[in-house]
């Protein structure tokens, strides 16, 4: 019997992110997302770390659900800003902005900064929680630059200005297959279907 977990995202590019490294894994799992489901209210993220606001995301959508419910809580931790964004890179500019607000507010506090303290980490915290209470959290990190500007068209986020170690793209420059092998939530998502495939 193949295994339902909801991802709880809206966000059909984490969704189709997620799937992707599900089915290259080839287990028996459906990963279903908010969107197949009646709207619920979004849970506050109240947390001030990333595995804090994943286990708070994943209870609400298991309570809702009924089913075993993952949530990542993911964002970039620069060095030159003390670990900011961290838990706020969603909302870096203010609670309506968009994913260009929030990169071009970074690069402008950034200005100026040589390449040699642009240092960061993108990091991923997957969250899976049961119906019953059970939980587990799974950590990913991704450690690079920031740009100067942007460049890419692929990915979402802070993508366009982030430079993965060893490399000279950014990871909107890269391809999919080729992200999620080194990003933040390749790592952490791999680490959960590993045990999925132990349970």
């Known amino acids: 019997m193949t295994r339902r977990i909801v991802l709880a995202t809206r966000n059909p590019k984490k969704l189709l992110e997620l799937r992707r490294v599900v089915e290259a894994a080839d287990v028996d799992v459906e990963i279903l997302g908010l969107e197949d489901f009646p709207p619920q209210p979004e849970p506050e993220e109240t947390e001030k770390t990333f595995e804090g606001n994943a286990f708070i995301k994943a209870a609400a959508a298991a309570s809702h659900t009924g089913l075993e419910a993952i949530a990542d809580d993911?964002?970039?931790?620069?060095?030159?800003?003390?670990?900011?964004?961290?838990?706020?890179?969603?909302?870096?500019?203010?609670?309506?902005?968009?994913?260009?607000?929030?990169?071009?507010?970074?690069?402008?506090?950034?200005?100026?900064?040589?390449?040699?303290?642009?240092?960061?980490?993108?990091?991923?915290?997957?969250?899976?929680?049961?119906?019953?209470?059970?939980?587990?959290?799974?950590?990913?990190?991704?450690?690079?630059?920031?740009?100067?500007?942007?460049?890419?068209?692929?990915?979402?986020?802070?993508?366009p200005i982030f430079i993965p170690e060893g490399s000279i793209r950014t990871t909107a420059e890269m391809g999919a297959d080729e992200k999620d092998a080194i990003s933040h939530r390749g790592h952490a998502v791999r680490t959960f279907v590993e045990w999925l495939k132990e349970g």
């Open 74 to 159: 993911s964002g970039i931790a620069v060095d030159e800003l003390n670990g900011m964004p961290g838990v706020r890179s969603a909302r870096w500019a203010g609670p309506a902005c968009d994913d260009v607000a929030n990169l071009e507010l970074l690069l402008a506090q950034l200005d100026g900064v040589p390449a040699d303290r642009r240092g960061g980490q993108f990091v991923c915290a997957l969250a899976h929680v049961t119906p019953g209470g059970k939980r587990r959290v799974f950590r990913g990190e991704m450690s690079g630059h920031v740009a100067t500007a942007p460049r890419g068209e692929n990915g979402f986020g802070y993508d």
